[in-house]
């Protein structure tokens, strides 16, 4: 239905179709490329198809912890190819907070490597795709590291 929404104001847990088995639990904006993502409650593949996804165990973006958000290269994650070290993410939780994190980091990292969801002290998020992001095969994962902009 047009003008519906979840976040905010929304009920929390919202689908956005009724056959839907996932739920939005933020929004990301990156400023510089205009981009604008609704980021869906689990990663699993079924759900990337759709948007970018919270790895389970981590916390939301901008609830306190690293969060983990992981989305395919050539989609959604296409954007982390232009971002740059210095530029602003904006993140709205589904409570309607807004957190500006400054992209702190870029790293390559091996697809093996759980260090990457482990919890970081603070509010930190670490956005994960593939690598080389222009490959049409399987790849090692890029890691992201935001954290809060002061």
Known sequence: ??????????????????WADLSPVARLVFERQGVDLIVLDNDAPRTLAFGPGLRAGTPAPGMGGNS???AHRDTH??????????D??????????????????????DVDDAWIAEDQVGVTSSLVT??????????????????RAT
């Open 1 to 18: 239905m047009p003008g519906r929404r979840t976040v905010p104001g929304g009920l929390p847990g919202h689908r956005p179709w009724s």
């Open 68 to 70: 983990v958000v992981s």
């Open 77 to 86: 994650f296409a954007v982390l190819g232009s971002v740059l070290v210095g």
């Open 88 to 109: 602003m993410l904006n993140v709205q939780t589904l409570d309607g907070r807004e957190i500006r994190y400054r992209i702190s980091e870029q790293r390559i990292v």
């Open 130 to 147: 593939c690598w080389p992001l222009d490959s049409a095969d399987r790849g090692r994962q890029a890691a992201s590291d935001r954290d």
